[in-house]
């Protein structure tokens, strides 16, 4: 298997190294070390994160996301539940981007 260092992750997903040790810290993602300490992401780890990085960009909060990650890790059973969160998600963009339409309208008739 192949692993990558913080450094080249930061590159790939475009995230602070920062950012990563946070995402580990909060245990949204759990990665190995070497037998000198030094992080190892595998490519699964890569796909998680840039998961992690869609949904926060999407408006989930980290409480939410690690709630997901949780279910995840506990397999297919939770798969109901992590669409449930998913929908939730959806449906709060929807309502942003309604809300976004309604302010441009208000913003076109005042100008």
Do not use: H, P, W
Not at 3 to 8: A, D, L, R
Not at 45 to 64: N, V, Y
């Amino acid at each position: 298997m192949t692993y990558s260092n913080i450094g080249e992750v930061s590159r790939i997903t475009e995230l602070s190294i920062d950012t990563l040790r946070y995402y580990e810290k909060e245990e949204l993602i759990d990665i190995e070390r070497g037998t000198n300490k030094i992080r190892q992401y595998s490519q699964k780890d890569i796909e998680m994160i840039r998961f992690i990085k869609c949904l926060k960009a999407m408006g989930m909060e980290i409480k939410e996301i690690k709630r997901y990650v949780d279910l995840e890790k506990l397999g297919n059973e939770t798969v109901e539940e992590r669409i449930i969160i998913l929908e939730r998600l959806i449906k709060n963009i929807n309502q942003r981007s309604r809300n976004l339409k309604k302010y441009i309208q208000s913003m076109k008739k005042e100008c």
